[in-house]
């Protein structure tokens, strides 16, 4: 992935709700250079959905409906577990 996309996905994952910009900045940060490619584009996608869906699916009080986004959403789980 080139740095200009790097640096637009590092601009997506600071959404202005502080509940998100906790768990994807870091990931972001941290853990998404590591991503496999097709992980990354995952993670992109991700990043698409509406701040409300994303609140709630990383809040853990719902699912989903594209269960594409399950394993994503795990690793940005794990990873701010392991930080905390």
Partial sequence: MSEINV???YWHSRR???ELDL???????EVFPSLSEAE?????DFLEQEDQDLFV????????A???FTPIIEQILAHSRKVD
């Fill in 7 to 9: 640096q637009r996905i």
């Fill in 40 to 44: 990354q584009l995952l993670y992109q």
């Fill in 57 to 64: 699916w990383l809040m853990e009080r719902g699912q989903p």
């Fill in 66 to 68: 594209q269960a594409r």
């Fill in 16 to 18: 202005g709700m502080l």
């Fill in 23 to 29: 768990l994807l900045m870091p990931f972001a940060r």
